[in-house]
């Protein structure tokens, strides 16, 4: 469920609690609640066990790590501007980047509790 955004300030925003479920698409990427990963798939049906590429979003515990993912797949010719741009959709609902970016300098993300509280079904997957 997508909420939005248009017409609410910075601060609304920030409020906003946006939930995930296993298997959530954004394009060719989806979030498998599972292994704690985002996936992208370039073949219909998408095979969970098989995505052509994936990134643990245990790796995601810091702005510097998150950047780190978004610069590697920037250089991937293979996702282009829709799958860069839904990445960024994917990680920012997934994560909260705004408040990951400005987390204290030294401070990482639960990730685990993080997901577990974003995740419908209070972590369930389903």
């Known amino acids: 469920m997508k909420k939005e955004l248009k017409g609410i300030t910075m601060a609304e925003s920030l409020k906003m609690d946006f ?9 060719k990427w989806s979030y498998d ?6 996936d992208y798939h370039t073949k219909e ?35 282009g501007r829709k799958g860069m741009g839904d990445l960024l959709q994917a990680l920012d609902e997934i994560l909260g980047l705004y408040k990951l970016a400005n987390l204290p300098n030294g401070e990482r993300l639960d990730i685990e509790a993080h ?6 079904e209070g972590g369930k997957y389903g």
């Open 115 to 120: 997901l577990k509280k974003r995740t419908k």
């Open 19 to 27: 939930r995930v479920k296993h298997g959530q698409r954004w394009g």
């Open 45 to 79: 049906p998408r095979d969970s066990d098989n995505p052509a590429s994936w990134f643990s979003l245990r790796d995601c515990c810091t702005a510097s790590g998150v950047l780190d993912w978004i610069a590697h797949f920037n250089t991937c010719a293979w996702a």
């Open 33 to 38: 609640a599972k292994r704690l990963t985002l």
